[in-house]
């Protein structure tokens, strides 16, 4: 993984936007033809996203293509699609694609850890658009392509930050400043834990991803949704001191996204 130094910062949320309303029609088409070649065939021809501008459609597919056909970590781009298609409730759907728009944009990232995280827990956490711009121009000093943004794509990027945190109910309506704590729903931390416990099959990885900390769920959350998830069926799960048992009570995400909601 390269280094805060030599990582390049890009303005990608000037590219595709913050909705989720166009990234959630992409998924259900993904969900449709399960190919990328023909995702852009029928977005294109049949107008998918409900857009006047070419330039406009091809960013958004690109902007699909960054946060759910690229490794990022967390399960892909089939199993998103089937997820929007469950009977997950609407919040913990939104909740899932939360880790796509923050992992996929290394720029998101680095302000989301930097300026949401430390301060969330606080009281009176709030975060304005200056302090955004103003640490933008922080990490401009050791980026240089941050540094050569002008003072308007610094604004624009800034405000694209906020509305995205909007977007994800971490930040109140404008014109409030107030930061939202995300509570983590039983369905959306079922998605990653699981996600991830198919992906290594060890307890103790899962535990120790860094995708808890980007959903604000910590040890003693995650032991509650764990014994939670457990009553609901989706999987068995003890422990003991430091002797864990966990197992799941599907064979695939598939199988859970299918059955286990129903």
């Not at 640490?135 to 995205?164: D, K, M, N, T």
């Not at 430091?242 to 799941?248: A, D, E, L, R, Y």
């Not at 695939?252 to 909601?261: D, I, T």
Request: include cysteine; charged fraction near 20%.
């Amino acid at each position: 993984m390269p280094s805060e130094q030599t990582r390049k910062y890009l303005a990608h949320l000037q590219r595709g936007g913050t909705g989720l309303v166009e990234m959630r029609r992409l998924l259900d088409a993904y969900a449709e033809y399960g190919d990328w070649e023909q995702l852009k065939v029928q977005a294109r021809a049949h107008n998918l996203l409900g857009k006047t501008s070419a330039h406009m459609i091809d960013a958004l597919l690109a902007a699909f293509k960054r946060r759910f056909l690229q490794p990022l970590g967390l399960p892909g781009a089939l199993t998103v699609a089937m997820a929007m298609r469950s009977a997950m409730p609407e919040a913990a759907k939104t909740q899932v694609l939360f880790p796509y728009y923050v992992r996929s944009d290394a720029l998101v990232e680095r302000c989301y850890r930097d300026l949401v995280l430390p301060r969330i827990t606080l009281p009176g956490a709030a975060l304005c658009l200056d302090e955004v711009r103003v640490h933008l121009q922080h990490i401009g000093e050791q980026h240089p392509e941050v540094c050569a943004w002008s003072a308007y794509l610094q604004l624009r990027w800034s405000r694209g930050f906020l509305a995205l945190l909007r977007h994800f109910h971490l930040l109140e309506r404008y014109p409030s400043t107030a930061l939202q704590r995300l509570w983590l729903l039983p369905e959306a931390f079922a998605f990653f834990w699981l996600g991830l416990w198919f992906t290594s099959g060890s307890y103790w990885s899962v535990t120790q991803d860094d995708l808890w900390p980007l959903l604000q769920t910590n040890a003693e959350m995650s032991e509650r949704l764990l014994n939670e998830g457990h009553m609901k069926g989706w999987w068995s799960y003890q422990r003991l001191g430091g002797i864990v048992q966990f197992q799941p009570r599907y064979n695939s995400m598939e199988e859970w996204l299918q059955h286990g909601l129903a």
